[in-house]
Each structure stands twice: as C-alpha cells, then as structure tokens.
C-alpha cells in the first residue's frame, strides 16, 4: 500500500469518527501542528486525546467537500477543500511526512485569518 492510500484510509476514518483506526497509522513519537503553526501537540497517545475534542478545534459547520492527496518521496500533502456555516467554500493543505509506513509529523497550512474568522 502506497503511503497516499494510508493517508486516505486516515481521512475515512476520521469522517468515520474512528479515531482509534486514525491513529493506528502514527508513531508513538509523531507531531501534530496545528493551524496558525502555534499548537503543537506530541506524541500519538496525547494526539488520540485531543481528537476526543476535534469539534472545538474546527469551525462550527466545518464539512470537507474534496480531497486530494499528492505523495512524494516519504510525504504525502493533503489538499481539502472545506466549507463551514461562515464561509462558503476554502482550501487548506496537509503535510504528512512518514517514516516508512508511519506518519510521524501531520501539519496543517491554511490562511490562519480566514480561520480564526469562521470561529
């Protein structure tokens, strides 16, 4: 399985709400960081944790309505096309960088000012 398809297999479960598949893919040592690149949390155990409370974290309404995925080398970026109740239509990226078949570093890049305003 090539690393786009576990990166997709993750997106599933996340729109799945199973987060215990989600993580499976991480390593016990991985990095999330979050948008705005100041939220920083590590390690799969405390990942899994904050995943509990995703609905905080992402902007009322907030619904994927495309996804791609672009593998290179040990990286696979995500582009998501998102809407949320304030704004009609969007596009972030995500960076998954893997160590063989393990993610060990998820980072998001989104406009951080159109983020913070569909809060």
């Known amino acids: 399985m090539g690393i786009a398809n576990i990166v997709q297999r993750g997106w599933e479960a ?3 709400g199973d ?3 989600l993580v499976a893919d991480y390593q016990d040592d991985m990095t999330f960081i979050m948008p705005g ?3 920083v949390i590590k390690g799969r155990q405390a990942f899994r944790r904050a995943l ?3 609905g905080e974290r992402l902007p009322p309404g907030f619904e994927i309505t495309g996804l791609r995925q672009i593998e290179g080398g040990n990286e696979v970026v995500s ?4 809407k949320s109740r304030s704004i009609p239509a969007s596009q972030l990226a995500v960076l998954f960088r893997f160590n063989g078949d393990k993610i060990y570093e998820e980072r998001w890049f989104v406009d951080t000012e159109q983020w913070k305003g569909a809060f």
């Open 19 to 21: 987060f215990d598949a």
């Open 52 to 54: 509990d409370g995703i």
């Open 37 to 39: 690149q100041t939220d």
């Open 14 to 16: 996340v729109g799945a």
């Open 79 to 82: 582009i998501v096309e998102w």
